[in-house]
Nanobody, 116 residues
Framework: QVQLVESGGGLVQPGGSLRLSCATSGILFSVYAMGWYRQAPGKERELVASISRSGSTTYEDSVKGRFTISRDNAKYTVYLQMNSLKPEDTAVYYC??????????WGQGTQVTVSS
């Protein structure tokens, strides 16, 4: 059974940091591309950052220089380090695993709230 479990969300003040984790099971993690998405109330889900199985990364423009995606293949886990958080980063953050064949699995999401 494939499972993606996000953790690390919470309430943080503007300028603060959080590290999200997405622990996976039931997949051959090392061959999957991984991505972090977010969905704010009333908005569509958007790609925040992605990392290929070779370690290449991409970032949405608004998070470049503030967020870092990384993966630990030994732990079947992908991370999103978020620094200099802003209120507009408030959203539910989702992890997505995409197989080489193009099929995807999603996690249940973790809430990130940036507020003073």
């Amino acid at each position: 059974q494939v499972q993606l479990v996000e953790s690390g969300g919470g309430l943080v003040q503007p300028g603060g940091s959080l590290r999200l984790s997405c622990a996976t099971s039931g997949i051959l993690f090392s061959v999957y591309a991984m991505g972090w998405y977010r969905q704010a109330p009333g908005k569509e889900r958007e790609l925040v950052a992605s990392i290929s199985r070779s370690g290449s990364t991409t970032y949405e423009d608004s998070v470049k220089g503030r967020f870092t995606i990384s993966r630990d293949n030994a732990k079947y886990t992908v991370y999103l380090q978020m620094n200099s958080l802003k209120p507009e980063d408030t959203a539910v953050y989702y992890c997505r695993a995409t197989s080489p064949g193009g099929t995807s699995k999603w996690g249940q999401g973790t809430q990130v709230t940036v507020s003073s």
